[in-house]
Structure formats: structure tokens, C-alpha cells
């Protein structure tokens, strides 16, 4: 019988590889039953918790790009491992997009049949006959992959395809809308496609797309004729959310909307990023068959989209089920329109960081009682001397998200006021530019208060000494963090996850600064801790030491055996992880 500690001498053992030994010779109710007793990393194998292949409803692959890995992979699915998926997200699949296009050209020198054909092509699809949702996100996938899927009946049960970032084109999207097979679907993602409005055309115009809840088209560039095209459908009436955002629509197209049906069950609209004037943001804010809209994302387009004006315009309108607004105030005038709009009770999430609130407005904002469902507060601080009217608040009780930030001189009674007030906070981030609050500080918050918080941001925060940096990450409640984002000094990595270190759950770890030391990569390439890491940000490097540093830590976090996750373990994937 194995232990935990033993676990990792196993390391070199290729995953795949061990997979297949495992399910050859025993059965899957054996490996769940009884594997997954012999210790924790056997648990995470058999629980797909923390592996390349993960046996859990949801199939995430880390094939690294790798032929070998790539050939195991498909052996597992064609030997039925995978049957009872219901989930597939493929990372790091170069070679596997190639083992597509290699059996297309070898199917035609072998003029083989159009049916024989079809079974050849991406075979590993239809080796999971209760897949549902299938992630095919990434460049390298191409029209040849919708073409294989097209004949695969195990793809009957499919009602998520995400095709995002795909090569694929027009006849891509017809050979989907026209088949049967993909009828069940109701959620497509074609976004930063080269798609056209053919495609779109091809949608709206097919009975077998009549199930789709949520249509994404962002980035495509199609300009007005997207919301033309989409509005004049006779299937699309289930649709509840739309992402068109960077498609250069303009307000004369966000008139569609409010002349169709089509739009009347939408819950989510995302239409950012585009050419629409303020005057055509009112316009979409006072669509009566808008009014079951709960996140409507409309900034970057030509109007600002913050200003007070705007905002009371839109949570005075016909959206009374309005979760989130972002908010800029220029004084006390527009907290008071803030206050008073009809539909503020709504709002789970609101961000006031595009204006400094000073403190009268921001005692009219904690004394709000329609405020009284806010789950989420974003605040640039600046220009307020005490927080603690938001600890004392009758109405806002229940936050679970709290973004503190700006030039603001923390009072530490103040902050654990706070974090004493909400116990239940899941996020917070906290920005101490004037270094105010002690280490010892959120350390007493953290043992005592914040239980529940799993993601933390502790920006400009002195750690002092390796001994706190210690201290802070072996408490109980370190285990449940997800995400941290830290300042730390030169040689705090290593004991941040050191042998008392409880951070094993981390999926995004961001250092603000200062730039990493070698030792220091090696410290987080070599902590098992960081196996379930998919997000990296590290702090960029300056000066004469900036490509040999930077190439040397490179090749440190690439040799990793558990950083195979980061930034989708895609080739060069450690380069976009510096600032």
C-alpha cells in the first residue's frame, strides 16, 4: 500500500502511460471504489481531480502538443475509458488537429467512400457516447473537425459547442446548422471566427437550431446586418443570451432588437466594443421586450457608458431585473440619482471605481436601502477617510465580494471591522498604496474572520519576513484560496510553498513584484502544490538581465512536471505569463 508522501516518486511515470495499465487490467468501478483509497494522488486520478485525464463527468486533456501523449490519449478513448463523459475540453492539441488533416489527405489517395471517410476522420469524437458539451476553442482545430463530427451519431446528446478561436468558415457552420444531429444544441460559441453572415444566415434560417439559449458572435466584425439577420429568425425564440460584442454594430442596428420577438426571453446581452452612441444605448434601455435583461454590457462603445445620466436612464427603464452596473460619479448630485433610480434593488453587483466617491456620498451609499441584495462592491477610495460606515450598514449585509482600492490611508480597526461584518466574503482585493495595514493584520483576519474567502489580492501588502509569508500560507484557511495575487520580495516563493504550505488548490497564482529570481522558478516548478494551476502571472523583467533571465526562468517552468495547466498548455506557454 502506497502513502501520500510516496506518491510523487511516481512522477516520471508518462500519465497516460499509467492510465492505461491501470484501466487494462481493472475495471472503472474498481479504480473508484478501491484505487482512489490507496492515497491522495491515486483519489485525484480515479475523482479527476488534479490529472492529465481527469475521469470525471467533465474531460479536461493536456496533450502538451505532444505526439505521444496525443496517441494515448485517442488509444484511451477508443478502448471505451471515456464512455461515461459527459464533458470534453482539449488543451495543448497540435498533434492531434494534425492526425485529422493526415487522415483526410490519406483518405484521398485511398479513394475511399464518403462513409468510410467520416469514421476515420477525428475517430476519438465518437468514442464518447453521452458527451454534451464539447470545447474545441483554439486555432489549430479547423473545418476538418466539424466535417468528421457531422456523421458521428454519439454526438446526439450535444447540447454545448464552443468553437471560439477555431478555423473554421461559412460551410463549417452550414454543415452544423443543416444536420440533425447537433438539433439538441443550445449553446454555440463562434466567436473571433472568419466566419461571415452566411453563417449567421445558415442559423437562423435552421429548424435544427431552434433549441439554442445562448448564441455567441463576438469579434466578427459583421457590422449591423448580425442584429438584422438574428432579429428577422423564425427559430431563434429561445434565446436568452447574445454576445455580438466588436462587431461594429452601430445605433441604427440596436433598432432590430427592439423590433423583434426574437429578443423578448433574453436574460444577457453583450454588446460592447462596438459603435453604438449613448443615444442608441437609451434607446436599447427603454426596450420593453428587454425587460427580463439581468447583465447588460454595453461600455466601449462611443459613449463612456459610466456617467450618472446614462446609468439613472437604465435603471429607470424597463430592465428591472438588472444584476451589475459600473458607475462614475462627479459628485454628490449623481450619487443622489443613483439612489432614487426605481430599479436599484436589483443590483447584486455594484462598481464605483470609475469615479473617487468622497464621504457624504459615500454615507448616502451604505444608508441605500435598496441596496440591501448587493452581493458585490468595487470602491476607488481615495477621497474617503472611513470605511467603517460599510461595516455598520442596516441595509448592506451580505456581500461576498470586496474590491478596496485607490490612494487610501487604511485605519486597521477599520478593516477588521469589516472583514469581522462579512464572514462570508468569497473574493477580496485589497489595494494599501500608503502600506497601512500590517501583515499581522490580515493574518488575524484570515484566521479569525475569513473562512469562506477563495479568492484573495493583497496588493503594496509588506509581508515583512519569510516567517509571516510562512505563516500566512499554512493556514486553514490558505486551503481554500483558488486564487492569489501577492507582493512579495526576492526569496518569499520558496516559502510560500514550503512543507507547511497549504495552497494546493491554487487554478491562478499572480507575483506583482519584484521580477523573479532563478530560485525562486525553481520553487514554483517544483512544488506539487501548484498541480491544479491554470492561470500564471509573474512580473516582467527590465534592463540588461531581461533575456537571459527571462529565457532561463522560461526553461526552469517549462521542465515542470505540474505546471502542465498554465495558460492551456499550449506551445510557448510560459511567455504570455510575464507582465
Same mark, same amino acid.
Given at each position: 500500500?502506497?502513502?501520500?508522501?510516496?506518491?510523487?516518486?511516481?512522477?516520471?511515470?508518462?500519465?497516460?502511460?499509467?492510465?492505461?495499465?491501470?484501466?487494462?487490467?481493472?475495471?472503472?468501478?474498481?479504480?473508484?471504489?478501491?484505487?482512489?483509497?490507496?492515497?491522495?494522488?491515486?483519489?485525484?486520478?480515479?475523482?479527476?481531480?488534479?490529472?492529465?485525464?481527469?475521469?470525471?463527468?467533465?474531460?479536461?486533456?493536456?496533450?502538451?502538443?505532444?505526439?505521444?501523449?496525443?496517441?494515448?490519449?485517442?488509444?484511451?478513448?477508443?478502448?471505451?475509458?471515456?464512455?461515461?463523459?459527459?464533458?470534453?475540453?482539449?488543451?495543448?492539441?497540435?498533434?492531434?488537429?494534425?492526425?485529422?488533416?493526415?487522415?483526410?489527405?490519406?483518405?484521398?489517395?485511398?479513394?475511399?467512400?464518403?462513409?468510410?471517410?467520416?469514421?476515420?476522420?477525428?475517430?476519438?469524437?465518437?468514442?464518447?457516447?453521452?458527451?454534451?458539451?464539447?470545447?474545441?476553442?483554439?486555432?489549430?482545430?479547423?473545418?476538418?473537425?466539424?466535417?468528421?463530427?457531422?456523421?458521428?451519431?454519439?454526438?446526439?446528446?450535444?447540447?454545448?459547442?464552443?468553437?471560439?478561436?477555431?478555423?473554421?468558415?461559412?460551410?463549417?457552420?452550414?454543415?452544423?446548422?443543416?444536420?440533425?444531429?447537433?438539433? %439538441?444544441?443550445?449553446?454555440?460559441?463562434?466567436?473571433?471566427?472568419?466566419?461571415?453572415?452566411?453563417?449567421?444566415?445558415?442559423?437562423?434560417?435552421?429548424?435544427?437550431?431552434?433549441?439554442?439559449?445562448?448564441?455567441?458572435?463576438?469579434?466578427?466584425?459583421?457590422?449591423?446586418?448580425?442584429?438584422?439577420?438574428?432579429?428577422?429568425?423564425?427559430?431563434?425564440?429561445?434565446?436568452?443570451?447574445?454576445?455580438?460584442?466588436?462587431?461594429?454594430?452601430?445605433?441604427?442596428?440596436?433598432?432590430?432588437?427592439?423590433?423583434?420577438?426574437?429578443?423578448?426571453?433574453?436574460?444577457?446581452?453583450?454588446?460592447?466594443?462596438?459603435?453604438?452612441?449613448?443615444?442608441?444605448?437609451?434607446?436599447?434601455?427603454?426596450?420593453?421586450?428587454?425587460?427580463?435583461?439581468?447583465?447588460?454590457?454595453?461600455?466601449?462603445?462611443? /459613449?463612456?457608458?459610466?456617467?450618472?445620466?446614462?446609468?439613472?436612464?437604465?435603471?429607470?427603464?424597463?430592465?428591472?431585473?438588472?444584476?451589475?452596473?459600473?458607475?462614475?460619479?462627479?459628485?454628490?448630485?449623481?450619487?443622489?440619482?443613483?439612489?432614487?433610480?426605481? %430599479?436599484?434593488?436589483?443590483?447584486?453587483?455594484?462598481?464605483?471605481?470609475?469615479? /473617487?466617491?468622497?464621504?457624504?456620498?459615500?454615507?448616502?451609499?451604505?444608508?441605500?436601502?435598496?441596496? /440591501?441584495?448587493?452581493?458585490?462592491?468595487?470602491?476607488?477610495?481615495?477621497?474617503?477617510?472611513?470605511?467603517?460606515?460599510?461595516?455598520?450598514?442596516?441595509?448592506?449585509?451580505?456581500?461576498?465580494?470586496?474590491?478596496?482600492?485607490?490612494?487610501?490611508?487604511?485605519?486597521?480597526?477599520?478593516?477588521?471591522?469589516?472583514?469581522?461584518?462579512?464572514?462570508?466574503?468569497?473574493?477580496?482585493?485589497?489595494?494599501?498604496?500608503?502600506?497601512?495595514?500590517?501583515?499581522?493584520?490580515?493574518?488575524?483576519?484570515?484566521?479569525?474572520?475569513?473562512?469562506?474567502?477563495?479568492?484573495?489580492?493583497?496588493?503594496?501588502?509588506?509581508?515583512?519576513?519569510?516567517?509571516?509569508?510562512?505563516?500566512?500560507?499554512?493556514?486553514?484557511?490558505?486551503?481554500?484560496?483558488?486564487?492569489?495575487?501577492?507582493?512579495?520580495?526576492?526569496?518569499?516563493?520558496?516559502?510560500?510553498?514550503?512543507?507547511?504550505?497549504?495552497?494546493?488548490?491554487?487554478?491562478?497564482?499572480?507575483?506583482?513584484?519584484?521580477?523573479?529570481?532563478?530560485?525562486?522558478?525553481?520553487?514554483?516548478?517544483?512544488?506539487?502544490?501548484?498541480?491544479?494551476?491554470?492561470?500564471?502571472?509573474?512580473?516582467?523583467?527590465?534592463?540588461?538581465?531581461?533575456?537571459?533571465?527571462?529565457?532561463?526562468?522560461?526553461?526552469?517552468?517549462?521542465?515542470?512536471?505540474?505546471?502542465?495547466?498554465?495558460?492551456?498548455?499550449?506551445?510557448?506557454?510560459?511567455?504570455?505569463?510575464?507582465?
Amino acid at each position: 500500500m502506497f502513502n501520500s508522501s510516496a506518491a510523487h516518486l511516481f512522477i516520471d511515470i508518462p500519465i497516460e502511460v499509467f492510465h492505461c495499465q491501470i484501466f487494462i487490467h481493472f475495471e472503472y468501478s474498481w479504480v473508484y471504489r478501491v484505487f482512489r483509497l490507496i492515497c491522495r494522488q491515486c483519489n485525484c486520478i480515479a475523482t479527476g481531480t488534479s490529472t492529465n485525464y481527469s475521469f470525471g463527468n467533465e474531460l479536461h486533456v493536456y496533450l502538451r502538443n505532444d505526439i505521444h501523449r496525443t496517441r494515448r490519449f485517442v488509444e484511451c478513448c477508443e478502448k471505451g475509458y471515456f464512455q461515461h463523459v459527459n464533458g470534453l475540453k482539449i488543451f495543448g492539441g497540435q498533434e492531434l488537429s494534425q492526425f485529422s488533416k493526415d487522415m483526410d489527405l490519406e483518405d484521398e489517395l485511398l479513394h475511399t467512400n464518403e462513409e468510410e471517410f467520416a469514421t476515420r476522420l477525428d475517430r476519438y469524437l465518437n468514442c464518447f457516447p453521452n458527451l454534451q458539451k464539447l470545447e474545441l476553442a483554439k486555432r489549430y482545430f479547423d473545418h476538418s473537425v466539424v466535417k468528421g463530427m457531422a456523421s458521428f451519431q454519439n454526438l446526439k446528446s450535444l447540447t454545448h459547442l464552443d468553437l471560439s478561436s477555431a478555423q473554421v468558415h461559412d460551410k463549417s457552420i452550414q454543415i452544423i446548422a443543416s444536420n440533425p444531429l447537433f438539433s %439538441n444544441l443550445t449553446f454555440l460559441n463562434l466567436s473571433q471566427t472568419k466566419t461571415s453572415i452566411v453563417s449567421v444566415q445558415s442559423i437562423c434560417s435552421s429548424p435544427y437550431m431552434s433549441n439554442l439559449k445562448e448564441l455567441q458572435y463576438s469579434r466578427c466584425r459583421m457590422g449591423d446586418v448580425l442584429l438584422h439577420d438574428i432579429s428577422q429568425s423564425m427559430f431563434l425564440k429561445n434565446l436568452t443570451s447574445l454576445h455580438v460584442s466588436g462587431n461594429n454594430i452601430t445605433s441604427s442596428g440596436v433598432k432590430y432588437i427592439g423590433k423583434s420577438s426574437v429578443f423578448n426571453n433574453l436574460t444577457c446581452l453583450h454588446i460592447d466594443i462596438n459603435e453604438i452612441s449613448e443615444d442608441g444605448i437609451v434607446y436599447l434601455a427603454s426596450c420593453e421586450n428587454l425587460s427580463n435583461v439581468e447583465t447588460f454590457n454595453f461600455e466601449f462603445n462611443i /459613449s463612456n457608458g459610466t456617467h450618472s445620466n446614462l446609468i439613472a436612464t437604465i435603471l429607470n427603464g424597463p430592465m428591472k431585473k438588472l444584476k451589475r452596473v459600473r458607475f462614475s460619479s462627479k459628485g454628490l448630485s449623481d450619487i443622489e440619482k443613483l439612489v432614487a433610480c426605481k %430599479n436599484i434593488t436589483s443590483l447584486k453587483s455594484l462598481n464605483l471605481m470609475c469615479g /473617487s466617491i468622497t464621504d457624504d456620498e459615500w454615507k448616502l451609499i451604505t444608508n441605500c436601502s435598496g441596496l /440591501s441584495n448587493l452581493e458585490a462592491l468595487q470602491l476607488d477610495c481615495t477621497h474617503i477617510t472611513n470605511l467603517t460606515p460599510l461595516a455598520t450598514s442596516e441595509y448592506i449585509k451580505n456581500l461576498t465580494s470586496l474590491e478596496i482600492s485607490g490612494n487610501y490611508a487604511f485605519k486597521e480597526s477599520a478593516f477588521i471591522e469589516l472583514t469581522k461584518e462579512f464572514p462570508k466574503l468569497k473574493q477580496l482585493c485589497i489595494s494599501d498604496y500608503r502600506h497601512s495595514i500590517t501583515i499581522d493584520t490580515v493574518l488575524h483576519a484570515l484566521e479569525h474572520h475569513l473562512q469562506c474567502l477563495e479568492t484573495l489580492t493583497m496588493r503594496c501588502i509588506d509581508f515583512v519576513s519569510c516567517e509571516k509569508v510562512e505563516q500566512f500560507a499554512s493556514l486553514d484557511s490558505a486551503s481554500k484560496l483558488v486564487s492569489l495575487c501577492v507582493t512579495l520580495k526576492k526569496g518569499f516563493i520558496p516559502y510560500l510553498f514550503g512543507k507547511a504550505s497549504k495552497l494546493e488548490n491554487l487554478t491562478r497564482l499572480c507575483i506583482l513584484e519584484p521580477p523573479i529570481e532563478l530560485d525562486d522558478a525553481h520553487a514554483l516548478a517544483s512544488t506539487p502544490l501548484l498541480s491544479q494551476l491554470t492561470h500564471l502571472q509573474l512580473p516582467g523583467f527590465y534592463g540588461s538581465r531581461i533575456a537571459n533571465v527571462k529565457k532561463q526562468v522560461t526553461q526552469i517552468l517549462e521542465k515542470s512536471p505540474y505546471l502542465y495547466k498554465v495558460n492551456g498548455g499550449e506551445k510557448n506557454q510560459f511567455e504570455s505569463a510575464f507582465w
